[in-house]
């Protein structure tokens, strides 16, 4: 469990993070959201303690970090991937950073095998590639078997099979009742491994939601559906919760509060002809964009035709 409260950090002028309240809850992931800058990694040194709030405070499972006697036990977090002695090989990191805390050279094996090490453990650090000391970094933040687990943005630099890899360990470690706080700064990627979202931007708290509750936001549960009986379909999907629109004469409606599959299931039970029906594929992506739209601080710009035209002039 992660308890932030008030939660700030300014840089002279600078103000990184700003007042953040939330709660990362166990057995579940929760996404940590936010454009480029928004103060996501701040935060995340300050809940390991490698950065001081300036005001406010951060717990990890009931005390602060350094208040824990063997803190690798804790929380294990994943931050920069590189902060490892280029000499050492993969296991002499992990068994440095085991004797730190009694941990016995069987969890260095484990955490080696867990991670897919296996083959490279003895070689130099320095000469990992991108991905393979993204893996010696989760390694070491497994080490101790952690509680709380935290990653900041883990699946940069991974292939697609190292992501689907990353996905499923945050999952099955979620599973086994732990605190799994990830960030990223793209939606549709923590979208697919995360039920609880902290969003943040420019520092401050955007939202605190479940994907679900952003994808309804969004317009996402809606169900699009023609049918040569609007009328009478409309009668029989009528519930609470159920809402209903479309245009007078049109044959389409759409309809939010049930699934696709219900509106079927209803049709059908009733004999109304359908021609039609789609879950409207929602964007998170979009639903993301939208709520940090004020927040993003490094807009790329586009050069149109007309400023090419009027620099060549
Ligand atoms: N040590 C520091 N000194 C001064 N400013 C800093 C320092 N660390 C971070 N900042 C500033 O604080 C803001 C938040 O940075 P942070 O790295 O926490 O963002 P982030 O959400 O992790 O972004 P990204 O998605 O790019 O990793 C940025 O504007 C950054 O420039
Ligand atoms: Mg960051």
Same mark, same amino acid.
Request: proline share 4%; glycine share 12%.
């Given at each position: 469990?992660?308890?932030?409260?008030?939660?700030?950090?300014?840089?002279?002028?600078?103000?990184?993070?700003?007042?953040?309240?939330?709660?990362?809850?166990?057995?579940?992931?929760?996404?940590?959201?936010?454009?480029?800058?928004?103060?996501?990694?701040?935060?995340?040194?300050?809940?390991?303690?490698?950065?001081?709030?300036?005001?406010?405070?951060?717990?990890?499972?009931?005390?602060?970090?350094?208040?824990?006697? *063997?803190?690798?036990?804790?929380?294990?977090?994943?931050?920069?991937?590189?902060?490892?002695?280029?000499?050492?090989?993969?296991?002499?990191?992990?068994?440095?950073? *085991?004797?730190?805390?009694?941990?016995?050279?069987?969890?260095?094996?484990?955490?080696?095998?867990?991670?897919?090490?296996?083959?490279?453990?003895?070689?130099?650090?320095?000469?990992?590639?991108?991905?393979?000391?993204?893996?010696?970094?989760?390694?070491?933040?497994?080490?101790?078997?952690?509680?709380?687990?935290?990653?900041?943005?883990?699946?940069?630099?991974?292939?697609?099979?190292?992501?689907?890899?990353?996905?499923?360990?945050?999952?099955?470690?979620?599973?086994?009742?732990?605190?799994?706080?990830?960030?990223?700064?793209?939606?549709?990627?923590? *979208?697919?491994?995360?039920?609880?979202?902290?969003?943040?931007?420019?520092?401050?708290?955007?939202?605190?939601?479940?994907?679900?509750?952003?994808?309804?936001? *969004?317009?996402?549960?809606?169900?699009?559906?023609?049918?040569?009986?609007?009328?009478?379909?409309?009668?029989?999907?009528?519930?609470?919760?159920?809402?209903?629109?479309?245009?007078?004469?049109?044959?389409?409606?759409?309809?939010?509060?049930?699934?696709?599959?219900?509106?079927?299931?209803?049709?059908?039970?009733?004999?109304?002809?359908?021609?039609?029906?789609?879950?409207?594929?929602?964007?998170?992506?979009?639903?993301?964009?939208?709520?940090?739209?004020?927040?993003?601080?490094?807009?790329?710009?586009?050069?149109?035709?007309?400023?090419?035209?009027?620099?060549?002039?």
């Amino acid at each position: 469990m992660i308890e932030a409260q008030r939660l700030t950090k300014r840089y002279g002028e600078k103000t990184a993070v700003d007042g953040l309240d939330f709660v990362v809850r166990p057995g579940t992931v929760t996404g940590f959201l936010g454009p480029n800058g928004a103060g996501k990694s701040t935060t995340m040194r300050m809940i390991v303690g490698l950065d001081t709030p300036t005001s406010g405070s951060v717990t990890v499972n009931g005390s602060r970090y350094a208040g824990h006697r *063997a803190p690798l036990q804790e929380v294990g977090a994943l931050l920069e991937a590189r902060s490892v002695h280029p000499g050492r090989s993969a296991y002499q990191h992990l068994r440095a950073l *085991a004797l730190t805390h009694g941990i016995p050279r069987r969890r260095v094996d484990e955490v080696i095998a867990l991670t897919g090490l296996g083959s490279v453990a003895g070689k130099r650090a320095g000469s990992f590639s991108l991905g393979m000391g993204q893996r010696l970094g989760i390694a070491a933040a497994l080490l101790g078997d952690p509680r709380t687990v935290m990653l900041d943005e883990p699946v940069n630099g991974l292939d697609p099979e190292g992501v689907l890899w990353i996905r499923n360990l945050l999952t099955s470690l979620a599973a086994e009742g732990r605190t799994v706080f990830v960030s990223s700064h793209l939606m549709s990627e923590v *979208a697919q491994v995360a039920d609880h979202l902290i969003v943040v931007g420019r520092g401050r708290l955007l939202a605190d939601t479940t994907v679900r509750d952003l994808v309804r936001e *969004a317009g996402g549960d809606t169900v699009r559906v023609a049918t040569g009986d609007p009328g009478r379909l409309r009668e029989v999907l009528a519930g609470p919760g159920v809402e209903i629109t479309g245009r007078p004469g049109s044959e389409e409606l759409q309809v939010s509060g049930v699934t696709a599959r219900e509106v079927g299931l209803k049709a059908a039970e009733h004999g109304i002809p359908l021609f039609e029906l789609s879950a409207r594929a929602v964007s998170l992506e979009s639903a993301f964009m939208e709520l940090t739209r004020d927040a993003v601080e490094y807009h790329g710009t586009t050069t149109t035709a007309a400023d090419r035209t009027g620099s060549a002039a």
